[in-house]
T-cell receptor
Framework: DAGITQSPRHKVTETGTPVTLRCHQTENHRYMYWYRQDPGHGLRLIHYSYGVKDTDKGEVSDGYSVSRSKTEDFLLTLESATSSQTSVYFC???????????FGSGTRLTVV | GNSVTQMEGPVTLSEEAFLTINCTYTATGYPSLFWYVQYPGEGLQLLLKATKADDKGSNKGFEATYRKETTSFHLEKGSVQVSDSAVYFCALTNPSGGGADGLTFGKGTHLIIQP
């Protein structure tokens, strides 16, 4: 969807290095989310934001931090990447449950 | 907590067959219910949704009815095509989350349609 972009699309990094993924929206939606997708697990929520500087933890937040300094940007940081964080990461935006959620195209992260 | 259960598959059907993908959920209160579809190498796209009991969501020949009494939201299509091959996710919102804390997903059902 043109209203939400993720960068980078692919990344390979080494164990122990910091990594930051970016989600950028042009829809001015209030809520933003980071999910990870793994085989056999579906999508699991990492962190979410309900406004600038307002964030909270999701189901699988250990090892991840987030920041939202502007409405349009939501950053996901792996402070010290581990092999268990190899996954596909999706960002999503929403204006509330009844409106649904729009997902980005994903970032495939490989930690070697 | 909230949870969604759906068959994982793969589910393999012939073109023009009838499709049912079962989805049941556990939640306190009245969640909104969604079906998302993911084509190979792509993100998730909203297929259909229902926000209250007995609502029917429909799109592209797919439909699902929100059944509060059986806590289900089964996805159906009368005649599938090869282009329907994808992974389908059932999801719900947290009724007590105030609209902020995102979706809870099932594990996804991989659908393969053979010509």
């Amino acid at each position: 969807d043109a209203g939400i972009t993720q960068s980078p699309r692919h990344k390979v990094t080494e164990t122990g290095t910091p990594v930051t993924l970016r989600c950028h929206q042009t829809e001015n939606h209030r809520y933003m989310y980071w999910y990870r997708q793994d085989p056999g697990h579906g999508l699991r929520l990492i962190h979410y934001s309900y406004g600038v500087k307002d964030t909270d933890k999701g189901e699988v937040s250990d090892g991840y931090s987030v920041s939202r300094s502007k409405t349009e940007d939501f950053l996901l940081t792996l402070e010290s990447a581990t092999s268990s964080q190899t996954s596909v990461y999706f960002c999503a935006i929403s204006e509330g449950d009844v409106y649904g959620y729009t997902f980005g195209s994903g970032t495939r992260l490989t930690v070697v | 907590g909230n949870s969604v259960t759906q068959m994982e598959g793969p589910v393999t059907l012939s073109e023009e067959a009838f499709l049912t993908i079962n989805c049941t959920y556990t939640a306190t209160g009245y969640p909104s219910l969604f079906w998302y579809v993911q084509y190979p190498g792509e993100g998730l796209q909203l297929l259909l949704k229902a926000t209250k009991a007995d609502d029917k969501g429909s799109n592209k020949g797919f439909e699902a009815t929100y059944r509060k009494e059986t806590t289900s939201f089964h996805l159906e299509k009368g005649s599938v095509q090869v282009s329907d091959s994808a992974v389908y996710f059932c999801a719900l919102t947290n009724p007590s989350g105030g609209g902020a804390d995102g979706l809870t997903f099932g594990k996804g059902t991989h659908l393969i349609i053979q010509p």
